[in-house]
Nanobody
Framework: QLQPVESGGGLVQPGGSQRLSCAASGFTLDYYAIGWFRQAPGKEREAVSCISSSGGRANYADSVKGRFTISRDNAKNTVYLQMNSLKPEDTAVYYC???????????????????WGQGTQVTVSS
């Protein structure tokens, strides 16, 4: 079964940094746009960032612009989300999702992504 696998979550203090990884299990990420999404307790899932299959295009939610950076290393079959200047409101379960249908672009909504990971918890607290 094609499923991304997230890692790197945990507890971090406000103002700190954390890097999440999204690795492929059972498929090669090269042809897939990847999106990062998050869901906090009692809130709807929201898009955080995405990157095209080549890495040439990336998009960010306004809430994370200037603080988060998405990147990919296709040789390692992994996509990263570097999160800096973390705030308590960044606390959520973070999911990565893959889409084969987005060619040369990525989008900040969930419908085109048809392979989802199980999520990794990020908690920002002192």
């Amino acid at each position: 079964q094609l499923q991304p696998v997230e890692s790197g979550g945990g507890l971090v203090q406000p103002g700190g940094s954390q890097r999440l990884s999204c690795a492929a299990s059972g498929f090669t990420l090269d042809y897939y746009a990847i999106g990062w999404f998050r869901q906090a307790p009692g809130k709807e899932r929201e898009a955080v960032s995405c990157i095209s299959s080549s890495g040439g295009r990336a998009n960010y939610a306004d809430s994370v612009k200037g603080r988060f950076t998405i990147s990919r290393d296709n040789a390692k079959n992994t996509v990263y989300l570097q999160m800096n200047s973390l705030k308590p409101e960044d606390t959520a379960v973070y999911y990565c999702a893959a889409s084969r249908g987005l060619i040369g672009l990525c989008v900040l909504y969930g419908a085109p992504y048809n392979h989802w990971g199980q999520g990794t918890q990020v908690t920002v607290s002192s």
